[in-house]
């Protein structure tokens, strides 16, 4: 089945702290987004690439950054975390946009 | 396994009319039904999105329906406008071996004309 992977699945950082969430996957797809959501509520989509060297922004604004330096990994970067990052984010990858997108388990990130 | 299909696959309606697009899933244990929208070239607007324990959800001029049951949710977009030019897609949300599984709808390239 999928094999996408994030870690940490759950951090709680200080305020100002830089931090880095990790996203691989190892089925070869080209297609890669990272989702952020709050419990209960909608995915909503942060970043997104279409490949390696192409990153753009989704429709939710955010201030973290991503970067497509192999196919397989699709990492997040929030310069100096503050309480308003807190909530969950999704990473997932497809064939094709339009194909079946397979999530990793998420990170739950709380800033104090 | 889960499939997720959408008819029409496409439609082209004049400006100012009611449209509404369907999707139908074949496993009702889904957790929540989300439809998304999609522009040439870009990744996922989330517009709507159904738990399993609700029937419908409003957003402005989008309305959407769950019915687990038939496994069936509708899309219904009122007075049309060319803006609303885009593919319209589906996705049933289950829990799959510990992670969040997402399965996609074939999509409805909506074609608004002025």
């Known amino acids: 089945e999928a094999d996408i992977y994030q870690t940490p699945r759950y951090l709680v950082i200080g305020t100002g702290k830089k931090i880095t969430l990790e996203c691989s996957q190892t089925?070869?797809?080209?297609?890669m987004y990272w989702y952020q959501q709050d419990p209960g509520m909608e995915l909503h989509l942060i970043h997104y690439?279409?490949?390696?060297?192409?990153?753009e922004k989704g429709d939710l604004s955010s201030e973290s950054t991503v970067s497509r330096i192999r196919t397989e990994h699709f990492p997040l970067t929030l310069e100096s975390a503050r309480p308003s990052h807190t909530s969950q984010y999704l990473c997932?990858?497809?064939?094709?946009?339009?194909?079946?997108?397979?999530f990793g388990q998420g990170t739950r990130l709380t800033v104090v | 396994k889960q499939e997720v299909t959408q008819i029409p696959a496409a439609l082209s309606v004049p400006e100012g009319e009611n449209l509404v697009l369907n999707c139908s899933f074949t496993?009702?244990?889904?957790?929540?039904l989300q439809w998304f929208r999609q522009d040439p070239g870009k990744g996922l607007t989330s517009l709507l999105l159904?738990?399993?324990?609700?029937r419908e959800q409003t957003s402005g001029r989008l309305n959407a329906s769950l019915d687990k049951s038939s496994g069936r949710s509708t899309l219904y977009i009122a007075a049309s406008q060319p803006g609303d030019s885009a593919t319209y897609l589906c996705?049933?949300?289950?829990?799959?071996?510990?992670?969040?599984?997402?399965?996609f709808g074939t999509g409805t390239k909506l074609q608004v004309i002025p």
């Open positions: 496993d009702s244990a889904i957790y929540n």
């Open positions: 159904i738990q399993s324990s609700q």
């Open positions: 997932a990858s497809s064939e094709e946009f339009r194909a079946e997108a397979f």
């Open positions: 690439s279409y490949g390696v060297n192409s990153t």
């Open positions: 996705a049933g949300v289950m829990n799959s071996g510990g992670y969040q599984k997402v399965t």
């Open positions: 089925m070869g797809h080209d297609k």
